[in-house]
């Protein structure tokens, strides 16, 4: 039985973007319904998986040291998409990145200075107290205390398109149809990571060994959908960002704690014990974003990370035991690797290492020479057992293929008029200032001042 | 006793959030944890101990079940604290009470103590003099033995508590003032106004009906402290007047212990049972239920003290002082005990 709810404002999307609309549109005065994919349990999207959010401030905060301006945090966008965003946008998302501590804690969200052993961070990045999952448990809350309705377990499958916008919305759960009419739409439906037909489309086979770090339940069905029906894309199509994880970790939701911090340390090699890439090209928090990347174009994407007793103590512990052996041989049968060759290439590695002074803390001169492709920094002969190897796969964090949009959070269509009453929020419109790249933090500043803007555009119109 | 299959559990439970951290703000035993690279036993108690099982831990957690690796740190730390109550227990034997000890046990052994008590009466017609009934001297011989037989044992379990070789940091020098942190259970509301009892559910209730609890307990404590002052080394004998300090004190520590206990009894029913140890609800219960009867027989005596009904209700409130008495060392009372060693280890570890 299908059954029909009218509402001001529908948001499709429970995670960190589609809350700050519901509450925002809700501020507004507009009655507000959010559709979340996931159960109850499982609600936040990725989300629940962060902890810290980028914000600007020209003087230091009750949180942050020192200033972090506009034009720095703008810069630092530029820099990592390599150009690849729209700077209205960025510069939007930016300065309204001040207002989003308070905007957080006005709902009884927690927020605290940067975790221990988190680098270069206490400048620029407000953490939440227990992470993106409590953040989102406070924003629930806050939610149905305003009055806010959200339907758990609920695919949205399909848009009724009308008069340049979004007539109707067909939501499916367990037990029920029901067809939404909203006076706005917010779209909050994330990226199109965890659907893994389609990244074959785009990877081939290749997708199978990928590992999707964040929620199974970005399907990418509304981004699909817009798309087809006219909805102008942003981002390139094919690309994900990826760090390497624990090959262990499970296909989904393995969040940070499958993340491993030893690559700099040792040396990796892929599934014929070879080493690929300059493991000491810089710091680690610098460069693990481009080792997602780097395995998935190996040979079964699969690499290892081997590291010696030396660095014990040395990386955040993973929450899985390495692969412990007293020499490279066993270390390799462990890792089903050859035998023959990894010994070859760690030998290989150790006479090429030059002394040094090793300081992990710095780019020191601990360094190979002759070797392809060389070890620039934190080079150290790996001789002391036990031998530890990780197995290492890609690990998606989230897509950046999305639906442009306007300062106002207004949907383009390929006409290049705004959809009439749809509007996005978070990752799926975060394409249109992260183009390509990451910086940390910068995904819930988004998602935040986009959903703040989005839901209350929305809002204001439905209650016009 | 910690089986190795739940010392390998809250091994895997501390090993993720080892790797996670982001509970950092929320008490010590993240703060601590985050000390230590690997958990051996010991730490494993001591991580347990320092819990104060506020749960909001629980409700951040994005692995709490039913995400496959299945965190619950206030579950898995409640149920090691079980166990270590068991291990650091003297005598050794005894360590079997603390599973066994359900309401049922505890009013068993008041009643015992009222039968043994009851021939030691003197008089069963005295009012207003207590000693009458049950002379001073046995009085103090049988509580004085209890409570010195009460104090070593805890002291024992304290000093076992404190032995464990633990991988943490070497002692810096107390670094906060951790009996203050106890004496204002810190802990139970650190990251917020308030612990929790279900998602973004916070009161502060818990907190004030312990605080109602235990100080009502150590005001009961000095009441009759005091009343053994006055006859001893002032010579004054009782009964003593509303007004006195003795009365005073028992009658405000006996409302508090009266509150207290109802209010935790009703807080437990409303607190998500997924926070704590099922296992231990008869622990729980029994130490409330004889904390309760304590103080309302005690504020019946007081009440009909010169009345008939006085000699009977004396052996009655005795034999339940009597009864929670005995069971302090084997039952809820001792994680004051290991709190505050946790509390005062946490304190010297350099941070």
Known sequence: MVSDVAVDIAVLGGGNAGLCAALAARQRGASVLVIEGAPKTFRGGNSRHTRNLRSMHDAPTDLLIDAYTEDEFVTDLVRVTGGRTDEVLARRVVRDSAACPAWIRSFGGRLQPPLKGTLHLDRTNVFFVGGGKALMNSYYAAAERLGIGVMYDAQVTGLDMADGGIRSTSVRQPAAETTITAKAVVLAAGGFESNLDWLKQIWGDAADNFIIRGTPYNTGAVLRMMLDAGAQSVGDPSQFHAVAVDARAPKFDGGIVTRLDCVSLGIVVNRHGERFYDEGEDFWPKR??????????????????????????????????????????????????????????????????????????????????????????????????????????????????????DERARVLMTSGKPAANIYAAGEIMAGNILGQGYVAGVGMTIGTVFGRIAGSEAGARAVA | MLSPESLTEAQHVLT????????????????????????????????ANLCHNCGECLYACQYAPPHEFGINVPRVLAETRLASYEEYCWPAFMSGMFRQNGVAVSLTLAVVSMLALWPLVRSRDAVDDFYAVIPHDVMVGIFGCAG???????????YRSRGPALSGPASGGPKRPALLDALTLRHLHSSGPDCTSDVDVRTPWRRYFHHCTFYGFALCFASTTVAAMYHVVFGWRAPYAYTSLPVMLGTIGGAGLLIGPLGLLSQRNRRDPKLGDPAQAGLDLSFIVMLLMTSVTGLLLLALRDRGAMPALLVVHLGFVLGLFVTLPYGKFVHGIYRTAALLTFSTEAH
Not at chain 2, 150 to 156: D, E, F, H, K, M
């Open chain 2, 148 to 158: 010195a037989f009460v104090v070593a044992a805890l002291a024992i379990g304290f």
């Open chain 2, 16 to 47: 993720v959030c080892n790797a996670c951290r982001y509970c950092e703000a929320y008490c010590p035993v993240f703060q601590a944890m985050e000390t230590r690279t690997s958990f051996a036993r010991g730490d494993v108690m001591y991580l």
């Open chain 1, 288 to 405: 693990y974003a481009i080792w997602g990347r780097l395995v998935a174009q190996q040979p079964d994407q699969i690499a290892y990370s081997i590291v010696d007793a030396k660095s014990a103590g040395l990386f955040m512990p993973s929450v899985f035991p390495p692969m412990a052996a007293a020499s490279i041989g066993e270390l390799a049968r462990l890792l089903s690797l050859s035998p023959e060759a990894l010994e070859r290439t760690v030998a290989a590695f150790n006479r090429a290492v030059r002394p040094g002074s090793f300081d992990h803390s710095v780019l020191d001169d601990c360094r190979t020479t002759g070797l392809t492709p060389e070890k620039t920094h934190w080079a150290r002969p790996i001789d002391t057992p036990p031998f530890w190897g990780y197995p290492l796969r890609p690990g998606i964090t989230f897509t950046y293929l999305g639906l442009k949009v």
